[in-house]
């Protein structure tokens, strides 16, 4: 069964708590104010099956979905990027 991305938050992060990338992302958006959903992947291992399929098989993290648009382990100015072209920036 593939894991539901929630319609409520536009942003949602998956990752896990001692993944500095993840962790970097997650400040970012909390300093720009943006809310997102944190996916913990150890505690969700549900969500590495939806990670995979958009990956092509892997589970990489961070992970960020972004409106319709996943990102597999972005840079900031690429995430910087998407939150724009979706409006949330």
């Known amino acids: 069964m593939l894991y ?3 319609t409520l938050a536009p942003v949602v992060v998956y ?7 993840s962790q ?3 400040r970012y958006l909390e300093r720009l ?3 997102y959903r944190f996916v913990d992947l150890e505690e969700h291992p549900e969500a590495v099956a939806q990670l995979r ?3 092509g098989g892997y589970a990489s993290h961070p992970t960020v ?7 597999v382990e972005p840079s900031l100015a690429e995430l910087e990027r998407s939150l724009m072209r979706r409006g949330l920036l």
């Not at 990752?15 to 990338?21: M, N, S």
């Not at 979905?65 to 990102?71: K, R, S």
């Open 4 to 6: 539901r991305t929630p």
């Open 15 to 21: 990752g896990t708590r001692w993944c500095a990338q």
């Open 24 to 26: 970097l992302v997650r």
């Open 33 to 35: 104010g943006i809310p």
């Open 53 to 55: 399929w958009w990956t």
């Open 65 to 71: 979905y972004v409106g319709g648009e996943v990102l």
